[in-house]
């Protein structure tokens, strides 16, 4: 493929992706060492799950309820993962036809390389951005969570070495560039209340999917809306 | 139920919604309301999570070193500190809490 100046933007825009996501990997690999799980578990989840969110959120659940929060644990992954169901459909026209090709596709079907594509202008480009990203994701999230997990390995103890606090830190991370709009916040501080009025009453694990069911009633009655909030502002809508 | 059957379903789960997107027609899911609820799930989790990793201790709630370090870590996060930095530093705020106190 002759370059362009639209496709070495997307290639330039990968691989500052790429990096800046492999940086994620190590304080998996340690949350998920300090977990309980072994390093070839920790391993596994990156090149077999390669979905942050659900690793993270399988790994908090396993964390405070143990193997006995199994059910919860996969639950909160598959509710974080069903994100990627939106992603794949708009990635299904960039990508193509050919089975073999849309199953590679899948996998490398994350927030970042849905991102990059996504940001890009020509078709040639899209495509480029979305498997290079993807690809460059990959091999550097893999590295960096084995690194992570052999350091947790190393340092051992969770608490007295403060990585419990690290772990909502890297979910706060998580979330922080998704509440740019008043709807967003909205669900988080109900999510985040309702999850903590229900740890001492449930199992846990299930605390955190009851507050899913509130990104249900916002987002099917479209409570507190973007629109409304243009609306509100006296801003032209779109 | 073992950890590893834990890790292979869940990893299951994971790649079959990754792979429905590539098998449905695109109609059936474009439309604003999936799309949203999909956007908020993932904000409402992610929020839920959060409260429980940094009130939660089992089944009971208690304020400990990981407020103040999840406060820390919101402030940075606002000034545009990277990711990796602020789960640090959050990690450290919360073990010198626990040294001294």
């Known amino acids: 493929m002759t370059p362009t100046p639209e496709t ?4 330039r825009a990968s691989l500052a992706v790429g990096l800046a996501t492999a940086a994620y990997g190590i304080s998996f ?14 391993c596994f989840l990156s090149l077999v799950m390669f979905t942050g969110g659900s690793q993270f959120a399988l790994v908090g ?46 996998h490398l079907t994350i927030d970042e390389s849905v991102a990059v594509s996504t940001a890009q202008s020509t078709p040639a480009a899209q ?5 290079l ?4 994701v990959f091999v550097g999230w893999n590295l960096t969570t084995l690194v992570g997990a052999l350091i947790g390995n190393l340092i051992g103890d969770v608490s007295a070495y ?46 955190v999917i009851v507050a899913a069911t509130v990104a249900v009633v916002f987002g099917l009655t479209d409570w507190l809306g973007p629109r409304t909030t243009r609306d509100t502002e006296g801003a032209p809508l779109a | 139920m073992t950890l590893w059957q834990i890790l292979i379903l869940a990893s299951i789960a994971c790649f079959a919604l990754k792979l429905t997107g590539y098998v449905i027609p695109p109609a059936l899911l474009t439309r604003p309301t999936p799309a949203r609820v999909a956007n908020l799930l993932t904000v409402a989790l992610l929020a839920g999570l959060i409260a429980v990793q940094t ?47």
């Open chain 1, 8 to 11: 070495s933007g997307a290639a």
């Open chain 1, 29 to 42: 690999g340690a949350l998920a060492t300090a977990a309980g799980l072994d390093v070839w578990q920790t």
């Open chain 1, 61 to 106: 659940v396993i964390a405070s309820g143990g193997v006995a929060a199994g059910p919860s644990a996969i639950a909160s992954a598959a509710l974080l993962g069903s994100r990627n169901v939106i992603y794949a459909l708009r990635m299904s026209p960039v990508v193509g036809s050919g089975w073999m090709k849309r199953i590679a596709a899948a």
């Open chain 1, 127 to 131: 495509r480029i951005g979305f498997w």
């Open chain 1, 133 to 136: 990203t993807g690809l460059l």
């Open chain 1, 162 to 207: 403060g990585l419990d606090a690290a772990a909502a830190a890297a979910f706060l991370g998580l979330l922080w560039p998704r509440l740019k709009h008043l709807q967003a916040q909205a669900v988080a501080v109900v999510a985040a209340v309702a999850a903590a009025l229900l740890t001492p009453v449930v199992a846990p694990g299930v605390p």
């Open chain 2, 55 to 101: 009130l939660g201790q089992g089944q009971s709630l208690v304020l400990d070193a990981r407020v103040p370090a999840i406060l820390a870590a919101a402030g940075l996060y606002a000034l545009k500190v990277p990711f990796i930095v602020v789960v640090a530093v959050a990690a450290l705020v919360a073990a010198g809490i626990r040294l001294v106190t």
